[in-house]
T-cell receptor, first 115, second 114 residues
Framework: EAGVAQSPRYKIIEKRQSVAFWCNPI?????LYWYQQILGQGPKLLIQ????????DSQLPKDRFSAERLKGVDSTLKIQPAKLEDSAVYLC?????????????FGAGSRLTVL | GQSLEQPSEVTAVEGAIVQINCTYQ??????LSWYQQHDGGAPTFLSY????GLEETGRFSSFLSRSDSYGYLLLQELQMKDSASYFC???????????????FGQGTELSVKP
């Protein structure tokens, strides 16, 4: 089966600019996650979707980050305006609903550098 | 809240056995997972423990003691390709059908030397 697709793989922007990342999960996976991974740290959950509804966005900096999954399939994460501390890899992951073994399949990530 | 602690780095030689420990504190707990991440790559699922005890998958085993809030990943017959970061992760969800929300540790960087 095809994996989790993400684009772009790399993005360099100036602070205060905006950026958007796209994710297409594994077909049929109801749950989609966006994680932020800063160099040398573990992934940190930003937002979790179940189909097109938000399950958890408690860690999403809503003053600058937004995410949507309008049709319950692919998703977009936007940062506007970007700050230096947003430099990180943004990982998208998906899982089948109710996967009690917590098997998340991650995409390769989008590496953001904010100058 | 949730927190997980793992050693930041471990070094071992090819053919050896290494154990990576993980202790956790969570407001709820559904299971402990392990993920492997090579430099520049995506985290990939290795193992899951929902109940106490040992789970074995080839050269990798994972152990959980819920009473001690402790688990470990055991890697046997180490190979150079095992050099990577290893993350433990907990699912604090109380309701099974909500689907896993994983909270990750900071990761342990394993270096396998010849």
């Amino acid at each position: 089966e095809a994996g989790v697709a993400q684009s772009p793989r790399y993005k360099i922007i100036e602070k205060r600019q905006s950026v958007a990342f796209w994710c297409n999960p594994i077909s049929g996976h109801a749950t989609l996650y966006w994680y932020q991974q800063i160099l040398g740290q573990g992934p940190k959950l930003l937002i979790q979707f179940q189909n097109n509804g938000v399950v958890d966005d408690s860690q999403l900096p809503k003053d600058r980050f937004s995410a949507e999954r309008l049709k319950g399939v692919d998703s977009t994460l936007k940062i506007q305006p970007a700050k230096l501390e947003d430099s990180a890899v943004y990982l998208c992951a998906s899982s089948p609903r109710g996967s009690g073994a917590n098997v998340l399949t991650f995409g390769a990530g989008s590496r953001l550098t904010v100058l | 809240g949730q927190s997980l602690e793992q050693p930041s780095e471990v070094t071992a030689v090819e053919g050896a056995i290494v154990q990576i420990n993980c202790t956790y504190q969570t407001s709820g707990f559904y299971g402990l997972s392990w993920y492997q991440q090579h430099d520049g790559g995506a985290p990939t699922f290795l193992s899951y423990n929902g109940l106490d005890g040992l789970e074995e998958t080839g050269r990798f085993s994972s152990f959980l003691s819920r009473s001690d809030s402790y688990g470990y990943l055991l890697l046997q017959e180490l190979q150079m390709k095992d050099s990577a970061s290893y993350f433990c992760a907990v699912d604090p969800a109380r309701i099974y059908n909500q689907g896993g929300k994983l909270i990750f540790g900071q990761g342990t960087e394993l270096s396998v030397k010849p």
